[in-house]
């Protein structure tokens, strides 16, 4: 027999046998999705989390003012130049008049307070926001003391203690992410391993008389092989479509609340990527839980 | 020694099946079957008969290598059953055709389907499959019911389906446990009738059966165990 045809009759008999225990069937798929459903509504949390916690990342940052008396295009170049130094993700370059404005439009400014002035008192700095792995007190120390070394810069401003709790925070929810993902990830394995292997034993007889009419290992496997991808990929569709029913019922319900916690942080769904991961997940459990079954049934 | 004109079946060389001094225990000590030698040629037809617990099951388990012998040596089609892996023991059983006594269909599927799993893990493909499934359910009586589940036939439909499974890919060896057990005088002769010129075509067939009407009208070669032990071997008349 071709390839093509063991493929086809794998595939034929697969069919056959979720059409012939369309109940044994139901609750496998049942029980990938539930599972699958948990994991994936944590993971889409975790996503969210992270974007939470790059977004304030984003406040960890230096402020370098600088030298009323250094021309414009030097403050230009110097901004070139921090921009080149390791650990710095952008640099901004804050003219005085610009500085000026964005005081103004503060909810802070008040017109009045610089009425009196002849000239503008702000000077003009370069905001430095530094990589997503240097937000650190140790990498921030770092930067600062490279900047203290360069001309023209008069001050440095940045917030020591805040990054050290912002690391702090980072570390433990993503400790606490770990740990629950793992947990969960766990029990997801064996929920499934367990319901796909209830679901073979419950077709043992199939699988011997097959044998005893001389079928390989591999002809009996392969079919239920598939069977277990097919109801787990399904478990997995199933799940996604569940997660973004939820997903989108919180953010229709609670969109205003959820702007206030997360701030100018709009909550995102699974991209195609994570999506397709998510079904291919399922699709994997149930074949490796399947094949493993049957594996073990024809060693007994 | 058992019927009029018997003789003691002589030792052949070209023997499909070869038990050679072979024993076997479930436990240390109790002897399921102990020290049978018997070789069987093609086109024998050799029934076992013995009372229940005697070791026709465990005879017939042996040869298509659902167990392993403890002691002596088992040659099905030149092949050392003891000695096979994995893919020696399916390569081995697809042509060894098997009558169980609980039948073993696959109540899943179809008639159909039942008698041509057996073609299928040979590869024959799907048409050929088809058309010979098709021949061999009319033998038995049973293309008319093609499509049906075998947990919707009779008993003695169940069993014509299961020697129509053993019989279709024309088996070297055919392994019969009670093959008419269930089925009325007529069918038990229609059957025989298969099995029979299945061993007319050059199959080596061991029957195990508490009928001795049967073992009369057909034994040509008529092998009797009793506690575990072969305490008759004999052929009868001419092949």
């Not at chain 2, 269909?105 to 057996?118: Q, Y």
């Not at chain 2, 005088?185 to 059957?191: A, G, S, Y």
Request: aromatic share 6%; net charge positive; hydrophobic share 45%.
């Amino acid at each position: 027999m071709s390839a093509r045809a063991h493929a086809a009759r794998a595939v034929s008999s697969a069919l056959r046998g979720l059409r012939a225990s369309p109940i044994t069937s139901a609750i496998a798929t049942g029980t990938i999705a539930l599972c699958l459903l948990l994991a994936g509504s944590f993971g889409l949390l975790l996503v969210n989390m992270e974007r939470v916690l790059t977004h304030f990342g984003q406040e960890v940052r230096v402020s370098a003012y600088l030298s009323d008396d250094m021309p414009s295009e030097q403050q230009e170049a110097l901004a070139l130049r921090v921009q080149r130094l390791p650990g710095v993700e952008s640099v901004a370059w804050v003219s005085k008049q610009a500085a000026l404005e964005r005081f103004r439009a503060s909810p802070f400014g008040r017109a009045s307070l610089l009425d009196g002035l002849d000239e503008n008192p702000l000077p003009a700095s370069l905001e430095i926001v530094l990589v997503p792995e240097q937000r650190n007190s140790k990498g921030l120390d770092a930067l600062v003391r490279t900047l203290g070394d360069l001309p023209g810069i008069e001050e440095l401003g940045y917030g020591h203690e805040w990054v050290e709790g912002y690391a702090r925070a980072v570390a433990l929810v993503r400790g606490v992410a770990l740990a629950i993902g793992a947990v969960l990830a766990l029990a997801t394995l064996l929920i499934v391993s367990n319901t796909i292997r209830l679901s073979v034993y419950a077709r043992r007889d199939e699988i011997e008389i097959l044998a005893l009419v001389g079928a390989g290992r591999a002809f009996v496997a392969t079919p239920f092989l598939l069977e277990g991808l097919l109801e787990g990929a399904a478990g997995g569709l199933l799940a996604l479509a569940g997660i973004a029913l939820g997903f989108h019922a919180l953010t229709g319900t609670f969109g205003t609340g959820l702007e206030l916690v997360l701030g100018t942080t709009q909550p995102i769904f699974f991209g195609p990527g994570e999506m397709l991961g998510l079904v291919a997940l399922g699709a994997g459990l149930g074949g490796l839980g399947s094949g493993a079954a049957v594996l073990r049934v024809q060693r007994s | 020694m058992r019927g009029f004109g018997a003789e003691p079946a002589p030792p052949g060389a070209g023997g499909l099946v070869r038990l050679y001094h072979v024993s076997k225990a479930y436990q240390a000590g109790s002897w399921a079957l102990r020290d049978v030698s018997l070789e069987l040629e093609k086109g024998d037809l050799a029934f076992v008969t013995g009372p229940s617990g005697a070791g026709k099951s465990t005879l017939m388990r042996l040869v298509f290598a659902a167990e392993r012998p403890s002691e002596g040596q088992i040659l099905v089609l030149g092949r050392n059953v003891g000695r096979l892996g994995t893919a020696g023991i399916s390569r081995l059983r697809r042509r060894i055709g098997v009558v169980f006594q609980d039948f073993k269909l696959l109540h899943r599927r179809t008639v159909e389907d039942n008698v041509g799993v057996a073609l299928e893990v040979m590869g024959v493909p799907a048409r050929e499959r088809k058309a010979r499934v098709f021949a061999m359910l009319k033998r038995v009586g049973l293309h008319h019911r093609r499509q049906h589940h075998p947990l919707s036939l009779s008993g003695g439909e169940q069993q014509r389906l299961a020697l129509a499974r053993a019989l279709v890919n024309d088996p070297e060896v055919l392994l019969a446990d009670e093959p008419t057990g269930n089925l009325d005088p007529d069918l038990t002769l229609e059957i025989m009738d298969l099995i029979a010129s299945a061993a007319a075509r050059g199959t080596a067939v061991f029957v195990a059966t508490h009928d001795h009407a049967l073992v009369e009208r057909y034994g040509r070669r008529r092998l009797r165990l009793e506690g575990g032990r072969l305490i008759e071997d004999l052929r009868v008349g001419s092949r």
